[in-house]
């Protein structure tokens, strides 16, 4: 019995504090995506023409867990089958905040577009269902800068390659 009331506990605590954390992740992310709106992210492998830049790679990556409540209604439809929508918000939030990082890393830069963006995803085992999701670019720079950017505090160091000029 006592085994019961602790499993239920556990379970709503778990609903209670995943629900109030990815509410208030979802907050930050809406908010940090209206600020970073002017860097423009594409897929396209191929930059703008006719423009002289520098290129640099920015990556950004996190790790998100899943709640236990949501690990437990997982666990569920993976016994009966079907679509495991209890780790969609997980897997929504790790791809915005990782493609954020890259804004804000693309941003220190002083980069207003990042191409060629890509997007890893790994799950790390354990009890609780944890993912990492990687996200990487092509910053572009204007390579008439004759300094250096800033990076943000917490980088590696990195270096950017010679101009890249592409013609029409």
């Known amino acids: 019995m006592i ?43 191929h930059p703008p023409t006719g423009e002289k830049f520098r290129q640099v790679l920015v990556v950004g990556n996190v790790v998100v867990a899943s709640d236990y409540f949501k690990s437990f209604v997982a666990s569920l439809v993976n016994i009966f089958g079907g679509r ?42 354990g009890r609780v269902t944890t993912i990492e999701v990687l996200a990487y670019g092509t910053a572009l720079l204007d390579s008439t800068l004759t300094t250096e950017p800033a990076m943000h505090s917490g980088s590696d160091e990195m270096s950017a390659s010679a101009p890249l000029s592409i013609a029409n």
């Open 3 to 45: 085994d019961a009331i602790m499993f239920a506990v556990l379970l709503l605590l778990g609903f209670g504090f995943g629900q109030l954390s990815e509410k208030r992740h979802y907050r930050s992310i809406i908010r940090r995506e209206k600020e970073l709106q002017p860097i423009v992210v594409v897929g396209s492998k």
């Open 84 to 125: 495991v929508r209890t780790y969609e918000p997980l897997l929504d939030r790790g791809r915005r905040e990782a493609l954020l990082r890259v804004k804000e890393q693309a941003h220190a830069l002083g980069a207003l577009q990042v191409f060629n963006i890509k997007y890893e995803t790994s799950r790390i085992g």
